[in-house]
């Protein structure tokens, strides 16, 4: 028997008369009264009120089925046109002991003329990729002209660079017909890229419920020919923009939400590039008067946004997570660029941050960028490329992703040394 003093019993009496008036005055006055009184309450008692109230605010507990192990290292590239290099970019992929590649199969490439198809260079990926041990994630994107006449031409215009269909029965053929020929060799299918950005959706301001019918159509489509392809949302750009031209990253996921896409993804996409040190979080760029979109953190703003619409069960994957080097005064990203030896430590940080803080609910994690091979310094993405597309070779990033340690599952690679890094893993343990 639990004998209990005076002053826990008078706060036990407290207690329980405040839990009946709380039917009418709302459980908030039980909290409120048991947060007060927490220090004069039998042990065991709050816990028992309140089984929820010390849980992870980001709910990791919920991810019970996650689509990607925790963590899924990923890396971008551009194997699509093989100038010669797409060989040894899969090789350098295998060499950072990562295992997924995220590639767009865009749309204008593989039907560049209506019912005008061509998958070889899709075969050559896949095939090379299977050979090497690797996965790739297919970005479903790039509309051809032909799919929206009422647009100008995109090579007549500035003010978009992909746009969607005026047909959404044309994009879900595109849709089905990728599907079907990579049916269960696929890793994951990322819909649509930076809905939120006018640029990315026909020089039209932002429609969150226009680009739910468009995942819905595509994801309608996959599944019907592959039923176990995960389905992955587009990837959002954090901006502090709220306009036509753009739609701020929190409030488009909320109107996703309310336009119901939850139903047709598997996983929701974000973007993460780097504009702070990875410990430098949302509350303390507010705090420094910058916006919270402005950090890598960003993520744990949309992870409760996804809570509070009750998908706590659903994964993250962050499409792209990098730090820009880019030095030109004229350059829109000037103002949060890095030099290369801290591009290669953020972007370590990076990684270790969500392996020590965000498993299971980030699983995939793809980095940017093994690059194009003709870009050039006067490409914004040049800068932000973990390898010399110029040179052909790699930059600090690319070194110091691969030695860094790797956190799969209950699976750890550790640190590896340069000599140890520069020969590929015999067998990947976090495949």
């Given amino acids: 028997m639990v004998l209990l003093k005076q002053k826990q019993v008078r706060a036990l009496a407290l207690t329980f008369v405040f839990l009946t008036c ?3 005055s709302g459980i908030f006055i039980v909290r409120t009264l048991v947060d007060t009184m927490e220090d004069s309450l039998p042990p065991g008692l709050v816990a028992f009120m309140f089984p929820d109230r010390d849980r992870d605010p980001f709910r990791a507990d919920a991810v019970t089925d996650p689509a990607y192990n925790a963590l899924t290292y990923g890396v971008q590239a551009f194997l699509w046109w093989d100038t010669g290099f797409g060989g ?35 075969d050559r990926i896949l095939d090379e990729a299977d050979r090497r041990g690797l996965h790739v994630i297919a970005r479903l994107s790039d509309s051809p002209d ?15 660079i992909d746009a969607p269909p005026d047909n959404l029965d044309d994009w879900a053929n595109y ?17 649509w890229n930076e809905p939120n950005l006018t640029r990315e959706w026909g020089g039209e301001p932002p429609d969150a419920s226009g680009y739910v019918d468009l995942l819905q159509v595509c994801s309608e489509a996959i599944r019907a020919v592959d039923p176990e392809a995960i389905i992955i949302s587009a990837g959002l750009s954090p901006t502090g923009d709220n306009n036509v031209r753009a739609r701020r990253d929190d409030i488009f996921l909320q109107e996703m939400y309310d336009a119901g896409f939850a139903d047709y993804v598997d996983v929701v996409g974000v973007h993460a590039p780097g504009y702070a040190p990875p410990s430098y979080g949302p509350d303390d760029a507010e705090a420094d008067g910058r916006g919270r979109w402005a950090t890598f953190r960003r993520v744990e703003d949309l992870r409760k946004i996804m809570i509070r619409n009750d998908d706590e069960a659903t994964q993250i994957a962050i499409l792209e997570i990098g730090y820009t080097t880019d030095p030109r005064p004229e350059s829109l990203n000037a103002w949060f660029a890095v030099d290369e030896a801290t591009q290669a430590q953020y972007l370590v940080e990076a990684y270790t941050y969500a392996a020590e803080n965000w498993r299971p609910w980030v699983g995939l994690m793809s980095a940017i960028y ?20 110029e040179m052909v070779e790699i930059r600090p990033a690319f070194a110091a992703l691969a030695q860094m340690p790797k956190y799969c599952g209950d699976i750890i690679i550790p640190l590896r040394s340069p000599e140890e890094s520069a020969i590929a893993l015999e067998s990947n343990p976090c495949d």
């Fill in 370 to 389: 093994i690059p194009r091979p003709s870009w050039t310094p006067d490409n914004e993405q040049y800068w932000w490329a973990i390898t010399d597309p």
């Fill in 146 to 160: 032909w799919s929206h006449p009422s647009l100008p031409s995109s090579d007549e215009t500035d003010l978009f």
């Fill in 22 to 24: 709380s039917i009418a």
């Fill in 175 to 191: 849709c089905g017909r990728v599907a079907e020929r990579y049916a269960g060799r696929m890793a994951g299918y990322q819909i």
């Fill in 88 to 122: 040894v970019h899969m090789d350098w992929v295998d060499l950072m002991s990562f295992t997924h590649i995220k590639q767009t199969f865009a749309w204008q490439d593989i039907e560049p003329n209506q019912d005008e198809w061509h998958f070889e260079n899709g």
